[in-house]
């Protein structure tokens, strides 16, 4: 066994393990930890592969903005875990039947005649100024240019849709539009009343 094997069986080893453990653990926090420690370990797969820009993208938008907020949120509410905990048997067979499907379909597509050492062999040495970044971007915008369109598109609907069902607006909650407050003028707001002054009676006037 090669060097380059024996740290990807070593991270592989890691990656199933903390894959396994986001699943199963009984705690929210720790099934994140163990998330972040797949991602981690994902990156070290990455890096193998010489796709230094993907690995640090990894590290970066899910470790250190997805993952970290999530961690937040969820120790933030207080959630009641006997509640995630009902109809877990009921649903069992059905959860069961679908993971044997899923493995199924990932080992017919991830194996060896697809994914075999002899298609896809070890990566070959690039020279020092070759850059992994310009080769994804050139990929991106040529080969998969309509497939990254399309994903596009389909975010971009999500995006709307998403602040279409949350922008409810409440009858009983007050609402200022500030289109409306711009436009008002003083004499809406503003009445000046002239009145007579009035002279305060000095100590002893009026007295009976």
Same mark, same amino acid.
């Given at each position: ?23 199963t653990?009984r ?5 994140a ?7 981690f ?7 193998l592969?010489? @796709?230094?820009? +993907? *690995?640090?993208?990894?590290v970066? &938008?899910?470790?250190? !903005?997805?993952?970290? #907020?999530? /961690? ?6 207080d ?10 048997w ?17 080992a017919?597509?991830?194996g ?8 896809m ?13 310009k ?6 915008y040529?080969?998969?240019?309509? @497939?990254?369109? +399309? *994903?596009?598109?389909?975010?971009l &609907?999500?995006?709307? !849709?998403?602040i279409? #069902?949350? /922008? ?41």
């Amino acid at each position: 066994m090669t060097y380059t094997s024996a740290i990807f069986y070593f991270f592989a080893a890691i990656l199933v393990f903390a894959g396994l453990r986001v699943i199963t653990a009984r705690n929210q926090v720790h099934a994140a930890l163990f998330l972040v420690l797949a991602f981690f370990t994902a990156a070290g797969l990455w890096m193998l592969l010489e @796709a230094e820009f +993907l *690995a640090i993208t990894l590290v970066l &938008v899910y470790v250190g !903005a997805v993952m970290v #907020l999530f /961690l937040f949120v969820v120790m933030m509410l207080d959630i009641n875990l006997d509640k995630f905990r009902e109809g877990f048997w009921d649903y069992l067979p059905l959860a069961g039947f679908v993971s044997v499907l899923l493995v199924i379909e990932m080992a017919l597509i991830l194996g060896s005649r697809h994914f075999g050492l002899e298609v896809m062999g070890t990566p070959a040495p690039h020279a020092a100024d070759y850059s992994n970044t310009k080769e994804l971007g050139r990929l991106l915008y040529t080969d998969y240019v309509y @497939a990254f369109e +399309l *994903a596009a598109v389909i975010l971009l &609907v999500a995006i709307v !849709a998403a602040i279409a #069902l949350t /922008l409810r607006r409440r009858k009983d909650s007050k609402y200022i539009d500030p289109a409306e407050q711009v436009k008002v003028k003083r004499n809406d707001r503003l009445r000046i009343i002239k009145m007579q002054a009035v002279k305060k009676p000095e100590a002893g006037e009026g007295g009976a």
